[in-house]
């Protein structure tokens, strides 16, 4: 088998490539088998969402829709169909306030659960909260009590504790979730979710792209095929650690040859996070998640770590942000131009579901900053669009694009039209086929 992609625009020429047992093969040997005219269009290495949650990303795919503000919710919810369990689950809520008492309101009738967009927090209605007690007491420190001593339908941070009171889900389909992503030209993900247990990252294997762990604990291997990545450490607001206790966790992650992979989105945790980086000392790999808050004076002292960042809330979320967040502070959200200035690698992603999965309108937000009012916030912070690309067509934060060499894997994506012309029109339709490792996981027609 060999495919030959014909007319392709590659570094700026037009040429062919070739394409043999899933790797990038030297023009001219062996027998063609298939050939596909690209017609001039950008033929590049695959793209790499550095930063989303796959399971999460899986089951939004199957719930309701929550909206931004209360009457968004009350709209989705009030028409819902529940699932085979009785259950309606929503996600993607932007109402801070939801309890209980307001989802009896809507939904009294069956089991409401309701995700927060930040991820952090489910909300459920009284019939949710009774089918709970009868699983066993409520009794996680992440469920919310009112002044009464009585839940208020609001759980923090505690999800495995809830899945396991929950109606037994089945498994999601990973693979179409993967020809999904495969659409905007994803060949690479990594799965940023902490503390993944054996079966959830086996279960990840099934998507078509390279795919990379920050979740596997330490000390254990990743399933076959998948790389372990940097060591996921969350800190949460609510709950910061002391700096020492931080210091000795990201020491264990590298004694056991692990770079970190620290979740920071205020500057508390940011501070707290320098901090304990000076103590435990820093590692190749070392990488903060989101920053989405750097003051200016903290720039500096970024220079030679990672960045995995997503502008993509200021396209979803940006005119909130802009009523909550001090105007002085608008340019320290979700910093692009500042931190590369500085000497930080900073990289594109989607922390997909709670922000947008398209890396195209991630590319758009970066080197637009547009919230959906359609004025920037933070101007100054936009990068250009050739440098957005860049970042998700690089395969590891601060490793450049790599060339389209023979021998390397056939990881591709070809687009309808040629880059510069890309570049003026960034969007997903642009997408023609993607290949991940010579195979075709996604084509459109033409
Ligand atoms: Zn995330």
Redesign the pocket.
């Known amino acids: 088998m060999a495919l030959l992609i014909r007319d392709a625009e590659i570094d700026g020429r037009r040429r062919d490539l070739l394409i043999r047992d899933g790797r990038i093969a030297v023009p001219g040997s062996g027998v063609v088998t298939e050939v596909l005219d690209a017609g001039g269009g950008a033929l590049l290495p695959g793209l790499t969402d550095h930063?989303?949650?796959l399971h999460a990303l899986a089951a939004a795919r199957r719930s309701v829709r929550a909206g931004r503000t209360r009457a968004d919710v009350s709209a989705a919810l009030g028409p819902a169909v529940p699932d085979d369990h009785g259950w309606i689950r929503a996600v993607g809520s932007g109402d801070d306030d939801l309890d209980a008492r307001e989802l009896d309101r809507v939904r009294p009738d069956v089991p409401v659960r309701v995700q927060h967009r930040s991820?952090a927090m489910w909300v459920l209605n009284s019939a949710a909260l009774a089918a709970l007690e009868g699983r066993g007491p409520l009794d996680h420190p992440g469920v919310e009590r009112g002044p009464d001593g009585v839940p208020t339908g609001r759980i923090l941070r505690a999800d495995d504790w809830l899945r396991d009171r929950l109606p037994a889900a089945a498994p999601p389909d990973l693979g179409a979730l993967g020809r999904e992503l495969a659409g905007y030209g994803i060949t690479a993900v990594t799965d940023?979710t902490p503390d993944l247990t054996p079966a959830a990252a086996a279960a990840l294997a099934d998507v078509p792209q390279r795919l990379t762990l920050l979740g596997v604990p330490l000390g254990t291997a990743p399933p076959p095929g998948v790389e372990a990545g940097p060591y996921k450490i969350v800190l949460t607001d609510s709950d910061l650690p002391d700096p020492d206790e931080l210091a000795a966790r990201i020491g264990q992650a590298h004694a056991a040859g692990r770079p970190v992979a620290v979740?920071s989105v205020t500057r508390e945790s940011l501070v707290l996070l320098l901090v304990a980086l000076e103590t435990a000392g820093r590692m190749p790999g070392d990488r903060i998640?989101?920053a989405a808050l750097v003051p200016a004076e903290l720039i500096g002292s970024l220079a030679g770590l990672a960045v995995v960042t997503q502008p993509g809330f200021l396209a979803d979320r940006g005119d909130d942000y802009r009523r909550t967040v001090p105007a002085d502070e608008h340019a320290d959200l979700y910093r692009c131009r500042s931190l590369h200035e500085a000497g930080v690698a900073v990289v594109l992603s989607s922390?997909a579901p709670?922000g947008p999965v398209d890396p195209w309108a991630v590319l758009r937000a970066a080197s637009t900053r547009e919230t959906p009012d359609g004025e920037p916030l933070g101007p100054e912070e936009a990068i250009t669009p050739r440098q957005a690309l860049d970042s998700l067509l690089s395969p590891a934060p601060g490793v450049a694009p790599r060339p389209l060499r023979p021998g390397d894997p056939a990881d591709l994506v070809l687009l309808h039209a040629p880059l510069s012309e890309a570049l003026r029109a960034p969007d997903a339709a642009l997408v023609r086929a993607t290949l991940v490792a010579g195979a075709t996981v996604s084509a459109s027609g033409g």
Do not use: K, S, V
Request: glycine share 10%; hydrophobic share 20%; aromatic share 10%.
């Open positions: 930063h989303l949650h991820g940023a979740h998640e989101h922390d709670y």
